[in-house]
């Protein structure tokens, strides 16, 4: 893991290096960034998008923005639109270079056309269980279909009345003809074209036969004039065929190259467990601050900023892993941190009086708005005989090593005074009030006669605080890898308590400015931001991440390991 933030060479910037040393492409770079929409993006997704438009930037080349929408049963616009609003959001431009797949399905026929013509392709009336009890085995070579040997004529005949609709889903589709023996399974006679009598989102009823992924990825990359096709790891043992189909096409042919993908502990990566998530109600929809989408971070309070330099420091690499999620929680906090202007929110109130405060005085006290930025400036934080501070900064009978308030204690108010608690109200057997005392002459928080308190606690001035809610999240599921254990539902893993909701915040009022996604830390609390879900009657807050670093702990302990 790359500890800085800086461009690091990998194994695919060292292809490209030697690409351009040799004049391969002509020192062209081109690649493209090809989701499927039939979901929305996720962290992974981040990575490659990352990966695609941070190497053009790099090379001065250009990266494409393709959907590869060949798929007619589970594609939606909805998706389609998401996947657009978040690369952009990640901060990539493709410019006019946005595509769809599907605009070429006319020059993919074409191209079946053509090798049919050839002999290198024919059309098969085996349905799906004979195919596959044909294709043999890693250990057992597959059988030539009986259909195998028809002449072009009638597979060109047989071809056009597939595309024409006189077949029904699944009677026959078009093969490539390569070999049934081949080691690698996926030479042996790939299917090009099944039937699919379904409408899809951009073509509508005008194809009845669609092109398998094989097929169309190869044929897209080098319509577009890609140089780098880059692709996860499980492509790897695709990359013959990809080969195979271009060159024997007799078409200029991109390199495929594999990565990695990326994979985070404590959540799930995959767009079928995502749906089945958002479909089955488990979270409240594609954006739920808890789901590892771009939409859900963003909704969470993840900064495009701090995803894409997770995305540097993680790097690329040939061999799978698993990312620790405190990994990218650092990666968030470290840029929060330089970020974030500081509030004071109180999450679970107690109610304080200062008794020998004015009942009508009303103070504005300056606060700092963001100690790691001086241009941030400062803001007036209103002060008052009643205030609330976080029930978990008193104990009426405090443990040694509890610094904050308690009954006959001394502390600071953040940006105000000193404060002593005198006693505490009981209503029922629960703590309801404290009264207090303040020193006036400690006002900006320093006594004037040297004498030290051992915490300073954030509060809420009473009458002028806003009402907020605030969503505490905590991890999706309980197990580092819920999708990894055989024989088990991935659901069972999902955690409880991963949402946490408190209706009764109060939060000082300079909080009403701010907007929808805005990002900001409360001192001592962690890093919010504003829900969408925010109206002019109601304040809503998500907690993006806590201030407290595991990963540094996490790193500690793996070095003591070593
Ligand atoms: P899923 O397996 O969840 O359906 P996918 O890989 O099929 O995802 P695509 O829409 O095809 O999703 O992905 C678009 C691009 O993003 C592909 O180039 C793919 O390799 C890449 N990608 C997808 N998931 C990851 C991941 N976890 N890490 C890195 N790259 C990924
Ligand atoms: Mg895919």
């Known amino acids: 893991m790359n500890p800085t933030n800086n461009v690091i060479k990998d194994f695919i910037r060292d292809i490209i290096d030697e690409d351009l040393k040799t004049n391969k492409y002509d020192g ?17 997704h981040a990575k490659s998008v990352c990966l695609n438009f941070g190497i053009a930037e790099e090379y001065k080349g250009l990266c494409n923005l393709r959907f590869d929408d060949t798929n007619p049963t589970k594609e939606e616009k909805e998706y389609t639109q998401s996947i657009i609003e978040d690369v952009r959001w990640l901060g990539f431009d493709w410019e006019d270079r946005l595509f769809y797949a599907s605009d070429y399905f006319g020059q993919m026929y074409e191209y079946a056309v053509q090798l049919v013509k050839d002999g290198k392709a024919y059309v098969d009336d085996l349905d799906a269980k004979e195919i596959n009890e044909y294709r043999g085995t890693l250990t057992k070579p597959g059988r030539n279909s009986p259909y195998r040997d028809r002449s072009v004529k009638e597979n ?55 092109p ?30 990809y080969d195979w189909f271009l060159d024997n096409l007799g078409v200029y042919r991109p390199q ?22 958002v479909e089955g109600g488990y979270v409240s929809g594609w954006d739920d601050p808890r789901l590892p989408t771009i939409s859900g971070m963003r909704r969470r309070g993840y900064s495009p900023t701090a995803i894409r330099n997770f995305c540097k420091r993680i790097g690329v690499a040939k061999v799978n892993s698993i990312v620790d999620f405190e990994f990218l929680e650092h990666c968030i906090r ?13 999450l679970r109130p107690l109610k304080i009086v200062i008794e020998n405060y004015p009942e009508d005085k009303l103070e504005e006290l300056e606060a700092v708005n963001n100690p790691e930025d001086p241009s941030a400036g400062v803001r007036m934080v209103p002060f008052s005989r009643v205030l609330y501070i976080e029930q978990g900064d008193f104990m009426e009978d405090p443990p040694k ?104 915040c ?18 001592r609390q962690g890093y919010f931001c504003i829900d969408p879900d925010t109206t002019g009657k109601k304040l809503i807050i998500n907690r993006t991440v806590g201030l ?14 070593k």
């Not at 470290?334 to 109180?346: A, E, I, P, Q």
């Open 28 to 44: 062209r770079v081109h690649t493209r960034f090809p989701p499927e929409p039939n979901g929305y993006l996720h962290i992974g």
């Open 156 to 210: 060109l005949d047989l071809l056009e009345r597939m595309k024409a609709g006189e077949f029904a889903d699944g009677e026959k589709v078009l093969r490539a003809k390569i070999d049934m023996a081949h080691p690698n399974l996926n030479m042996r006679d790939p299917i090009i074209y099944r039937i699919l009598h379904e409408s899809h989102h951009r073509t509508g009823d005008k194809w009845c036969i669609y």
């Open 212 to 241: 398998m992924y094989d097929w169309a990825h190869g044929l897209e990359d080098s319509i577009e004039d890609i140089t780098h096709s880059i692709c996860t790891l499980e492509f790897e043992n695709h990359r013959p065929l």
């Open 256 to 277: 495929q190259i594999e990565f990695a993908r990326l994979n985070l502990t404590y959540t799930v990566m995959s767009k079928r467990m995502l749906l089945e998530l």
């Open 334 to 346: 470290d840029d929060l941190n330089k970020t974030s202007l500081r509030f004071m929110g109180v």
């Open 401 to 504: 090593k509890f610094y904050r308030l308690a009954p006959g204690r001394e502390v600071r108010f953040r940006y105000s005074y000193f404060i002593t608690c005198k006693e505490a109200i009981r209503e029922g057997g629960d703590v309801v009030e404290l009264r207090c005392t303040y020193d006036p002459a400690t006002r900006g928080g320093y006594a004037p006669d040297g004498r030290k308190v051992k915490s300073t606690i954030h509060w809420a001035s009473a009458d002028q605080a806003i009402d907020a809610e605030v969503r505490l999240y905590d991890r999706l599921f309980t197990l580092e890898n819920p999708a990894g254990k055989k024989d088990t539902d991935f659901k069972d893993f999902l955690n409880p308590n991963s949402l946490e909701v408190l209706t009764s």
């Open 506 to 523: 109060k939060v000082e009022p300079a909080l009403r400015n701010l907007k929808p996604f805005d990002r900001f830390q409360f001192e």
């Open 548 to 561: 407290r670093d595991i990963w540094a702990k996490i790193q500690k302990q793996q070095q003591m390991k």
